[in-house]
């Protein structure tokens, strides 16, 4: 499954990038669960919340380092819901005056924004208030963090991956898709 030239995708990728778009240098890189990365997200939190006040709607922890006992790469994933993602001005000025740096900008895609932290490794995902894809993201964490054996068909899934080559970190993200569906399904039927 490793990654195939894909000129298509590349351009889209380029984009929807802010600044350089980066091959990656080495093969993905998973750890053991860090205690540690709910403490880093709750500074992240309060350094966000610092920045905007009330129009941070909502920031949550997102991701497989929001998962105890999961293998991750170490970068904490945050979800931050805004009034309107696509009015950056109303949030992207206070967030670089933290120090966090626009590094993705996607429009066609729930308006979606992601920045980079100015500490340590993160992915903040901006999206606008009742984005499906917070509720999705959200739901995937959850049962993750209740189910044994899908947390452990995604960890193996996730520890494969990694073994194969990849241009972009987002090849390695997009191969996931597959078992990221078949999951969730499983997730919103158990909801219901």
């Known amino acids: 499954m490793a990654w195939k030239e894909d000129p298509a995708r590349e351009a889209e990728m380029r984009a929807a990038h802010v600044g350089e778009l980066k091959p990656l240098d080495r093969n993905i890189r ?3 669960y860090d205690p540690q990365w709910p403490l880093m997200f709750q ?3 309060e350094r966000i919340r610092a920045a905007l006040g009330a129009r941070a709607l909502r920031i949550e922890h997102a991701g497989s380092t929001s998962v105890p006992g999961l293998a991750a790469k170490p970068i904490i994933d945050i979800i931050l819901e ?3 993602s696509s009015k950056e001005n109303s949030y992207v000025p206070a967030l670089e005056a933290a120090g966090y740096v626009l590094r993705i900008r996607e429009p066609d895609w729930n308006q ?3 920045f980079k932290g100015p500490d340590i490794e993160l992915n903040l995902h901006v999206y606008t208030s009742g984005c499906e894809e917070i509720s999705r993201m959200l739901a995937f964490r959850d049962w993750l963090r209740v189910d ?3 947390r ?3 960890e193996r899934t996730k520890r ?3 073994e194969e080559k990849w241009k972009y970190t987002q090849d390695y993200a997009d191969a996931k898709t597959a078992v990221v569906a078949e999951i ?3 997730a919103q039927a158990k909801i219901r």
Request: hydrophobic content about 45%; glycine content about 0%; charged content about 40%.
């Open 148 to 150: 044994d054996a899908d």
């Open 184 to 186: 969730l399904t499983r």
């Open 160 to 162: 494969e991956l990694a």
């Open 43 to 45: 500074h992240e939190a």
């Open 82 to 84: 805004v009034a309107d």
């Open 112 to 114: 979606h924004r992601m």
């Open 30 to 32: 998973l750890v053991e």
């Open 152 to 154: 452990e068909l995604y």
